[in-house]
């Protein structure tokens, strides 16, 4: 089996979140020679697969075998994948099966590695990852397996098949404030207290504003208000709380806390609650490390471009080895179909990211 009729393969499963489709148990036995461990929870599969060929550091390569719904307007059956012109048409074609098919066919393909070689496997990064790759992680780290490098084979490429790698990615911290005022009658302003005008004067200091300048790795954090909403949709009561929601996007520079300042010195002298998740911590490996010049020269040895290093976009599972410690890179096929209809990967593009997998396991 080549790596596109492997591809072909995990496309057929109809594996949406957080349903593996059977696929874990499929790789189990496409890797002879590797030890597999599970932890399943809450209705989650995650497979961590292993191998010590030699005494030196330890590298993984990581992804996620389910996907999000098919939804409306395809033009083919989105569980039977589809060879037209060079392209492979499927769900999860770019997000992200074509990046696991090219690892697991490198893998198995490897007699000889200077280390111990790895996958990790889950059935729930498109949903809320609580059971996911952090399960596993925590698992590894409990047994002293964590490894010291990892590959998330996540689209990342722009225009081009190698014309960018990800060597972070920011945080994500979800803002709810809720504002409470005094219900009222419209003709009667004075004898009521109305949260809307008093979260007016507050907006332009926080709609849209940096909380940092970020740097060469990274955007500024931004905080983006996402909803506001209030009142009955009458004209002639005013309401008597007003709620809103916000994001930020945060960089290595602004915490959680530093957010959290921010927003109270905004809404001081306000009557108002205020809660904050952070969904993803912001991380980054340093450009100069082992795996970041590995991934490189492997990609401009098989595309002759020099990828770009970024940290764009949203989250992925590689934040879970971020915040282990672990070295971690992201680099797959070009992202432009991605939870579409219709979600499609060019072939030549899934047999590049196997030989540039290749030469990362032989160079390593």
């Known amino acids: 089996m080549n790596v596109v009729d492997l591809l072909i393969r995990l496309l057929s499963a109809p594996s949406v979140t957080p349903d593996d489709g059977g696929l874990m ?47 409306e307007g395809w033009e083919s059956d989105p569980f039977i994948p589809t ?28 007699e000889a590695f200077d280390g111990t070689l790895s996958l990790l496997l889950t059935s729930d990064e498109e949903g809320d990852a609580t059971y996911g790759t952090q399960i596993m ?16 084979a996540e689209p990342t490429c722009e225009e081009r098949f190698g014309d960018a790698i990800k060597i972070g990615r920011r945080g994500s911290i979800n803002g709810r404030v809720l504002v409470h005022g005094r219900q009222g009658h419209a003709a009667y302003p004075e004898k009521a207290d109305n949260p809307i005008h008093k979260i007016a004067p507050v907006l332009p200091k926080i709609a849209g504003v940096d909380l940092d300048e970020g740097d060469e790795h990274f955007a500024p954090s931004k905080l983006v208000i996402t909803d506001i909403r209030s009142g009955m949709e009458v004209t002639n009561v005013t309401p008597g709380e007003l709620k809103m929601m916000f994001n930020l996007r945060n960089s290595t520079q602004t915490t959680k806390e530093d957010l959290e300042r921010f927003v109270r010195g905004a809404l001081e002298g306000l009557d108002y609650e205020l809660a904050l998740s952070q969904t993803a911590k912001p991380f980054m490996t340093d450009p100069g490390s082992r795996i970041v010049r590995l991934l490189d020269n ?45 979600e499609r990967v060019a072939v030549e593009e899934v047999e590049g990211l ?11």
Do not use: W
């Open 137 to 152: 992680l925590r698992h590894l780290k409990e047994i002293g397996m964590l490894p010291d490098y990892a590959v998330v």
């Open 298 to 342: 492997a990609i401009e040895a098989e595309t002759g471009l020099k990828p770009k290093h970024s940290t764009a976009g949203g989250t992925s599972d590689a934040r879970f080895f971020g915040e282990y410690g672990v070295k971690v890179v992201e680099f797959g096929t070009r992202n432009d179909t991605i939870h579409a209809p219709n």
């Open 354 to 364: 196997f030989r540039v997998f290749r030469r990362v396991i032989e160079n390593f």
């Open 83 to 110: 060879l037209r012109d060079g392209m492979l048409t499927a769900r999860g074609a770019q997000d992200m099966k074509s990046g696991v098919a090219a690892f697991l066919e490198a893998m198995r393909r490897t």
């Open 25 to 71: 148990e499929f790789v189990e036995t496409y890797l002879p020679g590797f030890e597999a461990i599970r932890v399943d929870e809450g209705g989650v599969k995650n497979l961590f697969m292993v191998r010590e060929f030699g005494s030196g550091e330890h590298l993984c390569f990581a992804g996620h075998l389910d996907v999000v719904p098919p939804g």
